[in-house]
């Protein structure tokens, strides 16, 4: 695993006694961090870190009588925006790589297996049409 998220990872878990989470800055820095560091080992860990801080201000945004749904479509937006760098190859979405990825995550529990982006994966090409409909 890179260092920067080995580094990144013990800061994130040293605000657990905290009285306050800097949670915006630290989701900049795990999306600087994905988009630099390309090993799997580290995405996925990358992964999994940006699911603490997901929960930790979902569950503020829960406790404040916040909007927890709009939270929850940003939230599946940026999880997406990973798989799909992760699934580049020379700047295109190579599907091949793609379900490889979200099978991973399927396995992992991150990623339900009925999610879009598992479904265009394994081959449906409107996955997506009730979204876009929406727009």
């Given at each position: 695993m890179h260092?920067s998220?080995?580094?990144?990872?013990?800061?994130?878990?040293s605000y657990?006694k905290?009285d306050?989470?800097?949670?915006p800055?630290?989701?900049?820095?795990?999306?600087?961090?994905?988009?630099?560091?390309?090993?799997?080992?580290s995405?996925v860990?990358?992964m999994?870190l940006?699911?603490?801080?997901?929960?930790i201000?979902?569950a503020?945004?829960?406790?404040?009588?916040?909007d927890?749904?709009?939270?929850?479509l940003?939230?599946?937006?940026?999880?997406?925006?990973f798989?799909r760098?992760e699934?580049?190859v020379?700047?295109?979405?190579d599907?091949?790589?793609?379900?490889?990825?979200?099978?991973r995550?399927?396995a992992?529990?991150?990623?339900?297996?009925?999610?879009?982006i598992h479904?265009?994966?394994?081959?449906?090409d409107q996955?997506?049409d009730y979204?876009l409909?929406e727009?």
């Amino acid at each position: 695993m890179h260092s920067s998220v080995i580094e990144f990872r013990n800061r994130l878990f040293s605000y657990a006694k905290a009285d306050a989470i800097p949670a915006p800055a630290l989701r900049e820095e795990l999306l600087y961090l994905h988009h630099t560091v390309v090993d799997e080992e580290s995405r996925v860990e990358l992964m999994r870190l940006f699911n603490v801080i997901a929960d930790i201000v979902q569950a503020y945004l829960e406790r404040e009588g916040q909007d927890v749904e709009a939270f929850r479509l940003h939230r599946q937006a940026q999880i997406w925006q990973f798989l799909r760098a992760e699934s580049l190859v020379d700047g295109t979405i190579d599907r091949d790589r793609l379900l490889t990825v979200t099978s991973r995550e399927v396995a992992a529990g991150r990623l339900r297996e009925t999610d879009e982006i598992h479904l265009y994966a394994l081959g449906d090409d409107q996955a997506f049409d009730y979204i876009l409909a929406e727009h």
